[in-house]
């Protein structure tokens, strides 16, 4: 099937930095869209950022200018860039990504990667 594995989440401290890393694998076709989202504890998944498989970026306002991402379609893997990190940031992160596979090519499906936690505290 397909699997999405994160990789480098982690503790640091308040306006440190971090870089994720999402690599899908598998039965893959194509891949449309892909994206980082987070859930802090009590609150729900959300949005923070998005890349389209032209490149085109979109972040919230809370990350802009903070968080960069950035796909190798080559690869199949996404990168999300975090600096100038808060405590609010902190939360378990995850890939997704839209994905035609090469048993339905036809049909593009959401898939998420396990997670990975971020913490920002002194």
């Known amino acids: 099937q397909v699997q999405l594995v994160e990789s480098g989440g982690g503790l640091v401290q308040p306006g440190g930095s971090l870089r994720l890393s999402c690599a899908a694998s598998?039965?893959?076709?194509?891949?449309?869209?892909m994206g980082w989202y987070r859930q802090a504890p009590g609150k729900e998944r959300e949005l923070v950022a998005f890349?389209?498989?032209?490149?085109?970026?979109n972040y919230p306002d809370h990350v802009k200018g903070r968080f960069t991402i950035s796909r190798d379609n080559a690869k199949s893997t996404v990168d999300l860039q975090m600096n100038t990190l808060k405590p609010e940031d902190t939360a378990v992160y995850y890939c997704?990504?839209?994905?035609?596979?090469?048993?339905?090519?036809?049909?593009?499906?959401?898939?998420w990667g396990q997670g990975t936690q971020v913490t920002v505290s002194s």
């Open positions: 997704n990504a839209e994905i035609r596979t090469r048993m339905a090519p036809g049909r593009v499906s959401n898939y």
């Open positions: 598998g039965r893959i076709f194509s891949i449309n869209g």
């Open positions: 890349v389209s498989r032209d490149g085109i970026t």
